[in-house]
């Protein structure tokens, strides 16, 4: 609430940005005025400098140096950090977000070179300034955001119309019960202010309050006399304790605009509605983080087992918490080198997972969708500026009306406005297909993965519906849409500006989907034409990006995650997630809780752990270390240095559906089986040897392993002077009253091991003899059979000949027969001759047809 120099809105920030203009032409950093402290309060008299001064800054003289981002509001530039030292502060301009995050990373290291390896505590507030009501018409106001008395940023600002309803900003709570926008219409002079700005403020100091200075802007027609001091005074301000939003989740409500009264001047009550106040929504979130070394079991985990992590938790969450997750996932595992790995299996994954509804491919709330918008934000910051910048800007300084809809524009406008809204078309899908700017590296290396495992599995068309729907469902389209939220600009846009930003969304996924407009908006029938020329246009440029061999100029992800810091955040999110589920599902989810509760052993008595039985606690996985670990050894030896190749990772953790773990070499904590080496007789001493030195002793001792139940003899040591070997592992201590009983434990456990290897070897040997009388039996069994199909073909054989026999008998009977009644001569047989013989023949063949059916 204190007073500004006149001279600040123009004169010092009009200096700033000459100063900046003339060495953009030399250097792609430049630096901004120095004694510039965060606060728009103060002299700011300075000579702007190349970055290549950033040398002679003294960094390690002086321990309480603060380095951290400047919102891009306060100055007018983007991508700024400031050095603030006890003596002055210096301010630098970067040329994109991921040159400014190396740069303070890089000084923030020369300033503390053991930073990762200390226990510090990351301030952060996320505050969206979403509205102000009952505030007099036909003005612009602008907020400014204060933290403890500092400037941090300042709103857009923006003209009060009349107060009329419009929607919040996506994926803000409804405000319909505190009174909402354009609820402020009722008062004297009640009219709407929209906003809708994000700030996100990281590495902030130790801070107790909030405050939003509301400001109007003065007409630059109007001249300003030099005695008129109201108008370097707030109108009126909201205070926010810091204790009201501390947490994970979002506080919103509308904050009453206390007005602002300096002695001795009018008062400003009567500038204000009786009912002016201000709809905000804050986080301010106070993380502990800790030295990397405690993270290291954790690293490993997620770096080895990202896929079923993802697969187990999906069912749990909510939509807001897989877009937490996701999030912090993508920047853990782009610091590790794992990011590009992680979303290829997570595509892969939906390929499987959709099978034949390839319509939905990476349009559903899901961890990988979640994960591939973090990504692109991530690395696509650059790509996107280059490709949409210039296009936003100029919309939202364009006055053309692109309202192609007859309903909402006046029939004689609605031909120009086709043309407008087809020219935008054309402009923004010329700077897509031409790719102006490089494209990431990153991006390409995935598309052209998915591509190869979708034509490896015979369905190509799939690898490119997945490609469209990454880059333009999830990344373009939304950046034309909102381009705020993408960091493309930074005030909320005007609504016809919203208008024209919406139907050329519409208009490019509707292209890169390779559909035409329907009856459901007829009104955007006209554009079907612009979209059937462009089709080839863009499949040559989904193709391109696709291709992993292509020639476009293409750039790398050059910034800096702190990876501690996202450990962290990932530990928090995570451990708020389970510590809520019931313990079958915390069971299904081992060993993940137990890696979270040793995390949070560290973090203190008052970090919130997970419950977990008895039963899941006894079965810990070999890589987490033992509760008792720091009374021993600040870490795991194993654990220091990070994998660099998952290969040798999965090869230590190879936990698949079979959970099976590589062994590993036990220690004195769990006695091993000792190699069996053949027993030999003790030999008697004779009276006239003499006994070995200590020396000698010690050195036959260390050449010749002693068995378990050989006697030794060694001569008595002073007390204290008997020198152990250390443990093998730091965590062990060594009970030298253990070492008998352990000694008593292992020959036990050799003789139950030698009984159960005689038992062994005699069971084995009775498999053997009856295998042998199995297969003696088996070959008489085949001989029999055998020897029956040659006896039962001989038979056969014989059958035929008596049946042959029979026919022709029977023939020769009919035959006689015939002749005997009708012929001219009488023929007799005596004594019934020929009957005979064929009782024999049917005897004989009747016998034979017994034996073959007896076998």
Same mark, same amino acid.
Not at 271 to 286: T, V
């Given at each position: 609430?204190?007073?500004?120099?006149?001279?600040?809105?123009?004169?010092?920030?009009?200096?700033?940005?000459?100063?900046?203009?003339?060495?953009?032409?030399?250097?792609?950093?430049?630096?901004?005025?120095?004694?510039?402290?965060?606060?728009?309060?103060?002299?700011?008299?300075?000579?702007?400098?190349?970055?290549?001064?950033?040398?002679?800054?003294?960094?390690?003289?002086?321990?309480?140096?603060?380095?951290?981002?400047?919102?891009?509001?306060?100055?007018?530039?983007?991508?700024?950090?400031?050095?603030?030292?006890?003596?002055?502060?210096?301010?630098?301009?970067?040329?994109?977000?991921?040159?400014?995050?190396?740069?303070?990373?890089?000084?923030?290291?020369?300033?503390?070179?053991?930073?990762?390896?200390?226990?510090?505590?990351? *301030?952060?507030?996320? =505050? #969206?300034? *979403?509205?102000?009501?009952?505030?007099?018409?036909?003005?612009?106001?602008?907020?400014?955001?204060?933290?403890?008395?500092?400037?941090?940023?300042?709103?857009?600002?923006?003209?009060?119309?009349?107060?009329?309803?419009?929607?919040?900003?996506?994926?803000?709570?409804?405000?319909?019960?505190?009174?909402?926008?354009?609820?402020?219409?009722?008062?004297?002079?009640?009219?709407?202010?929209?906003?809708?700005?994000?700030?996100?403020?990281?590495?902030?100091?130790?801070?107790?309050?909030?405050?939003?200075? =509301?400001?109007?802007?003065?007409?630059?027609?109007?001249?300003?006399?030099?005695?008129?001091?109201?108008?370097?005074?707030?109108?009126?301000?909201?205070?926010?304790?810091?204790?009201?939003?501390?947490?994970?989740?979002?506080?919103?409500?509308?904050?009453?605009?206390?007005?602002?009264?300096?002695?001795?001047?009018?008062?400003?009550?009567?500038?204000?509605?009786?009912?002016?106040?201000?709809?905000?929504?804050?986080?301010?979130?106070?993380?502990?983080?800790?030295?990397?070394?405690?993270?290291?079991?954790?690293?490993?985990?997620?770096?080895?087992?990202?896929?079923?992590?993802?697969?187990?938790?999906?069912?749990?969450?909510?939509?807001?918490?897989?877009?937490?997750?996701?999030?912090?996932?993508?920047?853990?595992?782009?610091?590790?080198?794992?990011?590009?790995?992680?979303?290829?299996?997570?595509?892969?994954?939906?390929?499987?997972?959709?099978?034949?509804?390839?319509?939905?491919?990476?349009?559903?709330?899901?961890?990988?969708?979640?994960?591939?918008?973090?990504?692109?934000?991530?690395?696509?910051?650059?790509?996107?500026?280059?490709?949409?910048?210039?296009?936003?800007?100029?919309?939202?300084?364009?006055?053309? *009306?692109?309202?192609?809809?007859?309903?909402?524009?006046?029939?004689?406008?609605?031909?120009?406005?086709?043309?407008?809204?087809?020219?935008?078309?054309?402009?923004?899908?010329?700077?897509?297909?031409?790719?102006?700017?490089?494209?990431?590296?990153?991006?390409?290396?995935?598309?052209?993965?998915?591509?190869?495992?979708?034509?490896?599995?015979?369905?190509?068309?799939?690898?490119?519906?997945?490609?469209?729907?990454?880059?333009?469902?999830?990344?373009?389209?939304?950046?034309?849409?909102?381009?705020? @939220?993408?960091?493309?600009?930074?005030?909320?846009?005007?609504?016809?500006?919203?208008?024209? =930003?919406?139907?050329?969304?519409?208009?490019?996924?509707?292209?890169? $989907?390779?559909?035409?407009?329907?009856?459901?908006?007829?009104?955007?029938?006209?554009?079907?034409?612009?979209?059937?020329?462009?089709?080839?246009?863009?499949?040559?440029?989904?193709?391109?990006?696709?291709?992993?061999?292509?020639?476009?100029?293409?750039?790398?992800?050059?910034?800096?995650?702190?990876?501690?810091?996202?450990?962290?955040?990932?530990?928090?999110?995570?451990?708020?997630?389970?510590?809520?589920?019931?313990?079958?599902?915390?069971?299904?989810?081992?060993?993940?809780?137990?890696?979270?509760?040793?995390?949070?052993?560290?973090?203190?008595?008052?970090?919130?752990?997970?419950?977990?039985?008895? $039963?899941?606690?006894?079965?810990?996985?070999?890589?987490?270390?033992?509760?008792? @670990?720091?009374?021993?050894?600040?870490?795991?030896?194993?654990?220091?240095?990070?994998?660099?190749?998952?290969?040798?990772?999965?090869?230590?953790?190879?936990?698949?559906?079979?959970?099976?773990?590589?062994?590993?070499?036990?220690?004195?904590?769990?006695?091993?089986?000792?190699?069996?080496?053949?027993?030999?007789?003790?030999?008697?001493?004779?009276?006239?040897?003499?006994?070995?030195?200590?020396?000698?002793?010690?050195?036959?001792?260390?050449?010749?392993?002693?068995?378990?139940?050989?006697?030794?003899?060694?001569?008595?040591?002073?007390?204290?002077?008997?020198?152990?070997?250390?443990?093998? &592992?730091?965590?062990?201590?060594?009970?030298?009253?253990?070492?008998?009983?352990?000694?008593?434990?292992?020959?036990?456990?050799?003789?139950?091991?030698?009984?159960?290897?005689?038992?062994?070897?005699?069971?084995? =040997?009775?498999?053997?003899?009856?295998?042998?009388?199995?297969?003696?039996?088996?070959?008489?069994?085949?001989?029999?059979?055998?020897?029956?199909?040659?006896?039962?073909?001989?038979?056969?054989?014989?059958?035929?000949?008596?049946?042959?026999?029979?026919?022709?008998?029977?023939?020769?009977?009919?035959?006689?027969?015939?002749?005997?009644?009708?012929?001219?001569?009488?023929?007799? #047989?005596?004594?019934?001759?020929?009957?005979? &013989?064929?009782?024999?023949?049917?005897?004989?063949?009747?016998?034979? @047809?017994?034996?073959?059916?007896?076998?």
């Amino acid at each position: 609430g204190s007073s500004r120099p006149k001279s600040q809105d123009g004169g010092v920030k009009g200096m700033i940005k000459r100063r900046l203009d003339k060495v953009k032409r030399n250097s792609t950093s430049q630096l901004i005025p120095a004694g510039l402290k965060g606060s728009r309060y103060g002299s700011r008299e300075s000579v702007s400098i190349p970055v290549g001064a950033v040398g002679s800054l003294d960094l390690s003289a002086d321990t309480s140096m603060v380095i951290r981002p400047v919102h891009g509001s306060i100055l007018g530039e983007k991508y700024c950090f400031e050095v603030i030292s006890t003596e002055n502060t210096h301010c630098f301009g970067c040329s994109s977000a991921a040159e400014r995050d190396r740069w303070i990373e890089d000084l923030r290291r020369a300033a503390q070179p053991n930073k990762d390896n200390i226990e510090r505590t990351e *301030n952060s507030l996320s =505050l #969206w300034v *979403n509205e102000a009501k009952d505030l007099p018409p036909k003005q612009r106001y602008y907020c400014e955001v204060h933290l403890d008395g500092t400037l941090f940023a300042r709103t857009s600002s923006r003209t009060v119309g009349k107060a009329a309803n419009r929607s919040s900003m996506p994926g803000d709570a409804s405000a319909k019960s505190s009174g909402g926008p354009g609820a402020g219409g009722s008062g004297v002079g009640g009219c709407q202010l929209f906003w809708g700005e994000f700030f996100e403020l990281d590495n902030l100091p130790s801070v107790s309050q909030i405050s939003l200075h =509301l400001f109007r802007e003065d007409d630059p027609k109007k001249k300003r006399h030099s005695k008129d001091e109201s108008s370097l005074h707030p109108l009126g301000s909201v205070a926010i304790s810091i204790a009201d939003v501390l947490g994970r989740t979002y506080q919103e409500k509308w904050y009453p605009i206390v007005p602002y009264k300096a002695s001795g001047t009018v008062a400003t009550k009567e500038l204000l509605g009786p009912q002016a106040s201000l709809r905000i929504k804050a986080r301010f979130q106070n993380l502990k983080v800790l030295p990397m070394e405690k993270y290291k079991e954790f690293a490993e985990y997620v770096t080895v087992d990202y896929v079923e992590m993802c697969k187990n938790l999906e069912p749990l969450l909510n939509v807001k918490e897989k877009e937490e997750l996701a999030g912090a996932l993508v920047h853990v595992l782009q610091s590790i080198g794992k990011a590009k790995e992680f979303l290829i299996d997570l595509g892969s994954a939906e390929v499987e997972r959709l099978g034949e509804k390839e319509a939905l491919i990476f349009r559903e709330n899901t961890l990988a969708t979640k994960a591939i918008d973090e990504y692109m934000k991530l690395v696509g910051q650059k790509y996107l500026i280059d490709t949409l910048g210039d296009f936003i800007t100029r919309l939202y300084t364009s006055v053309e *009306n692109c309202e192609v809809d007859p309903l909402k524009c006046p029939a004689a406008d609605l031909s120009n406005n086709q043309r407008h809204l087809r020219s935008a078309c054309e402009e923004v899908m010329q700077k897509i297909i031409e790719i102006h700017g490089p494209f990431p590296e990153e991006l390409n290396k995935i598309f052209s993965s998915w591509m190869e495992l979708c034509e490896d599995k015979g369905r190509a068309e799939i690898g490119q519906r997945l490609i469209s729907a990454s880059l333009f469902l999830r990344f373009l389209c939304p950046a034309v849409l909102s381009p705020s @939220l993408f960091g493309l600009i930074q005030p909320y846009p005007e609504p016809h500006t919203l208008r024209t =930003l919406t139907l050329t969304a519409k208009v490019i996924q509707n292209l890169a $989907n390779f559909t035409l407009f329907g009856e459901k908006e007829e009104y955007m029938l006209f554009m079907n034409e612009f979209l059937e020329q462009h089709w080839d246009g863009m499949r040559f440029f989904l193709q391109t990006v696709s291709n992993q061999d292509t020639e476009i100029p293409m750039t790398s992800f050059d910034g800096y995650v702190d990876l501690p810091l996202r450990l962290a955040v990932l530990h928090g999110l995570l451990v708020g997630i389970i510590h809520t589920k019931d313990q079958e599902t915390i069971e299904k989810l081992h060993p993940l809780p137990l890696i979270l509760n040793h995390i949070a052993d560290s973090l203190g008595p008052e970090a919130p752990r997970i419950v977990i039985n008895s $039963n899941t606690e006894q079965s810990k996985p070999v890589y987490v270390p033992p509760k008792d @670990l720091g009374k021993y050894s600040p870490h795991q030896s194993s654990m220091q240095k990070l994998p660099l190749d998952s290969k040798g990772v999965r090869d230590k953790y190879d936990r698949g559906n079979k959970q099976q773990r590589k062994p590993i070499k036990r220690t004195q904590s769990a006695p091993h089986k000792r190699p069996i080496h053949p027993k030999q007789p003790l030999k008697r001493q004779k009276s006239s040897e003499t006994l070995p030195s200590p020396e000698q002793e010690s050195t036959a001792m260390a050449d010749q392993p002693q068995e378990a139940n050989q006697p030794s003899i060694s001569p008595p040591h002073p007390s204290g002077t008997v020198k152990r070997p250390p443990a093998p &592992v730091p965590w062990i201590i060594v009970n030298p009253n253990r070492e008998s009983s352990e000694m008593k434990a292992e020959n036990e456990q050799f003789n139950l091991l030698d009984k159960h290897a005689q038992e062994l070897s005699e069971l084995r =040997l009775g498999i053997e003899q009856v295998t042998e009388r199995e297969l003696d039996m088996a070959k008489r069994l085949e001989d029999f059979i055998i020897q029956s199909q040659d006896q039962n073909a001989v038979l056969q054989a014989e059958v035929q000949e008596l049946r042959n026999l029979l026919a022709v008998r029977e023939e020769q009977l009919a035959s006689a027969t015939f002749r005997c009644v009708c012929g001219p001569l009488t023929f007799c #047989w005596d004594d019934g001759g020929y009957e005979k &013989v064929l009782r024999e023949l049917s005897g004989q063949l009747n016998m034979k @047809l017994s034996l073959t059916s007896t076998l």
